[in-house]
């Protein structure tokens, strides 16, 4: 399911991707999440959440997390409980980046790479993250609160050239024409 909105209180973004060959080095990736202040809904991040953090309400946390890609299915996921956020929060952005500690790699490197944004049953979005294969970064989802205060989930697929450190300030930014 891609394009328009659709109201959303609960969402999970679930990321997946095949391990490398025994002889390489491991394919190390990460969903981020950064949220946005009603003041400035494309300044800088409030907060990021990531593998090793989750927001200071316990609203965004990460309950699995993989540094291989080895297991079955879907190997790290978030969860964001978008109706309990506070109401000087107005956009959060849901990103992967892939470590280059070992050097270089883009989404093209790796195999099997996709996200799934689901609340409850309802699938949101699946994507292969091979659309954005030249990058080392992606936004994939975008949550905008609307007037009456319900959360809007938007598909952003949108690649970047980044490792995880920079690409947490820059997925916010508003797309270039």
Do not use: C
């Amino acid at each position: 399911m891609s394009g328009g909105s659709q109201a959303v209180k609960k969402a999970e973004v679930r990321l997946k991707w095949d391990p490398s060959h025994w002889e390489q080095p491991h394919h190390h990736l990460d969903i981020i999440a950064t949220t946005y202040s009603t003041d400035a809904p494309h300044g800088r991040p409030v907060y990021v959440v990531h593998f090793d953090s989750r927001s200071p309400d316990g609203t965004i946390n990460v309950s699995r997390h993989s540094q291989t890609g080895q297991g079955f299915g879907y190997v790290e996921v978030m969860t964001l409980e978008l109706d309990r956020l506070a109401p000087s929060f107005a956009r959060v952005v849901v990103g992967v980046a892939i470590h280059q500690d070992s050097g270089p790699k883009t989404f093209g490197d790796l195999s099997n790479a996709g996200v799934l944004v689901v609340e409850g049953y309802r699938e949101l979005l699946k994507a292969d993250l091979a659309r954005v294969s030249g990058s080392t970064a992606a936004t994939v989802a975008e949550f905008t609160r609307d007037a009456s205060g319900a959360w809007e989930f938007h598909e952003m697929v949108r690649g970047f050239d980044s490792d995880p450190k920079i690409f947490t300030t820059e997925m916010g930014s508003a797309p270039q024409p």
